[in-house]
Nanobody, 126 residues
Framework: QVQLVESGGGSVQPGGSLRLSCAASGYKRNCVAWFRQAPGKEREGVAG????????YYVDSVKGRFTISQDNAKNTVYLHLNALKSEDTAMYYC?????????????????????WGQGTQVTVSS
């Protein structure tokens, strides 16, 4: 059974940084991604890392500010959030796609991801 556990959220001022962690268990390497959802908005794919083809994908709004990385020894995927803006405020979720689901990382479409964590809140406010 796949389990994803996020941690690292919190409250920061604009321009600040955070590091989110997603610890995975029972998961065979494929695409792991971070999504976010602000109140009243749809869930949005932020970044994905494809362990099979070793590719990384970002939504345009976070390019140059967020970095996704993985530590295979720890089965953990990280999302480094830098230069945070108020519009980055949201619940952040880690998600994993099963093997055989094509294009999960390239599209960051939520319906391609079968496994989800419980979320961690990021609040950016002065």
């Amino acid at each position: 059974q796949v389990q994803l556990v996020e941690s690292g959220g919190g409250s920061v001022q604009p321009g600040g940084s955070l590091r989110l962690s997603c610890a995975a268990s029972g998961y065979k390497r494929n695409c792991v991604a971070w999504f976010r959802q602000a109140p009243g908005k749809e869930r949005e794919g932020v970044a994905g890392i494809d362990g099979l083809v070793e590719s990384i994908y970002y939504v345009d709004s976070v390019k140059g500010r967020f970095t996704i990385s993985q530590d295979n020894a720890k089965n953990t995927v990280y999302l480094h959030l830098n230069a945070l803006k108020s519009e980055d405020t949201a619940m952040y979720y880690c998600a994993a796609a099963d093997r055989g689901i094509a294009g999960a990382c390239a599209t960051l479409e939520p319906e391609r991801f079968a496994h989800w964590g419980q979320g961690t809140q990021v609040t950016v406010s002065s």
